[in-house]
DNA sequence: TAGTACTTTCAGAAATAATTGAAAATACGG
DNA sequence: CCGTATTTTCAATTATTTCTGAAAGTACTA
């Protein structure tokens, strides 16, 4: 491979795990996620330590957290009894892997919370303030919420342009 | 205050704060910005040092990212040397906020990231796969980054039930 | 089913992020 | 301006997260 295409291939694992780190997500698991993505073939627990120089450890437990994730999935090759990893291809399923997951991890908590502050705060009148506020967020939670269970839903590439002439409507 | 209601303040207090650090938010910040969403009055750096447990320095530096943030507003009171603190009140508002500060600190970034990394690789076949692939995500980020940019841009409470209705529609 | 090639696990180590607290800076009222 | 109340800064500390590496676990194959 050249040098430069080398380089930017580096520049952009690199970015892409700054980019998990801002949103929460454990910069290692994004590298490798980035590397399989760029990747035109599955690859090996070996490669990935060799790419990323991290321990058997770290690849075997973001690899598994990857394929929890749904963003990546374990192959392998007749006759080698390595295992390969190849990350989802299409990117508007990536797009849908990951509003899935983080709906269901970060978003449904957040509303079973919220529910559990409604109920404990009791009607006195003295709690009513701090009830709307609850209601109002609860409103907002509920529309990401909904947002991500739509993206999340979908399959088909076909829904990218359509999301986005929705939204140049949106004015 | 009922010790119920308080201890319903406290678990949202924590929970938001549990709900920031999934997103790469500072826990301590968002617990003070869920202080300050449900105080109905507007709270000095030592009413939050007290209720939440944090040193001088800590609750200083972030109620300034919380200001930095448009969340949080400095006012004071005649007589009163003292700075007080005050959430922004309105939830879209709010929402509008975070949504602009997350586009310019870490969507516009990546998609600048991935620009050079486009440039870096070159126009030789050898690159040509690992260039389609980075056409496809900025195509994405750059989606996401329209759509961060409508929200950020809104600032009438009307535009959420607005949203709704267009997303509902997406089917 | 024994040997080997590979994978997972997890306690401890290392790295990173958050926090403290006290000194320095700031700004207010007199 | 002076003295003081308040805020900010930042080096040192503490807490948290991430990572390592070797032992234990699995599963292929001969």
Redesign the interface.
């Known amino acids: 491979?050249?040098a430069?295409?080398k380089?930017?291939?580096e520049?952009?694992v690199e970015?892409w795990g700054?980019?998990g780190?801002?949103?929460?997500?454990n910069r290692t698991m994004a590298r490798m996620h980035a590397l399989l993505?760029?990747s035109?073939k599955p690859l090996t627990a070996d490669d990935i330590m060799a790419e990323l120089a991290v321990s058997r450890g770290n690849a075997s437990m973001n690899l598994r957290a990857l394929v929890d994730w749904g963003l990546v999935r374990r192959t392998s090759l007749p006759r080698d009894r390595k295992e390969y990893f190849a990350s989802e291809k299409d990117?508007?399923t990536i797009?849908c892997r990951i509003a899935r997951e983080r709906k269901k991890?970060?978003i449904e908590?957040?509303i079973g919370?919220?529910d559990?502050?409604?109920k404990?705060?009791?009607g006195?009148k003295?709690?009513a303030?701090?009830r709307k506020?609850?209601n109002?967020?609860l409103?907002?939670v509920r529309?990401l919420d909904?947002?991500l269970g739509?993206v999340g839903n979908q399959e088909k590439a076909a829904v990218?342009p359509?999301?986005?002439t929705?939204?140049k409507?949106?004015a």
Chains 1, 2 share one sequence.
Do not use: H, T, Y
């Open positions: 491979m050249g430069e295409l380089s930017a291939k520049k952009f970015s700054q980019m780190g801002a949103w929460g997500i993505m760029i035109d990117i508007w797009c991890r970060e908590p957040v919370a919220i559990e502050c409604l404990e705060a009791g006195d003295e709690a303030a701090f506020k609850l109002e967020l409103e907002l529309l909904f947002v739509k990218l359509k999301v986005l929705l939204l409507a949106m």
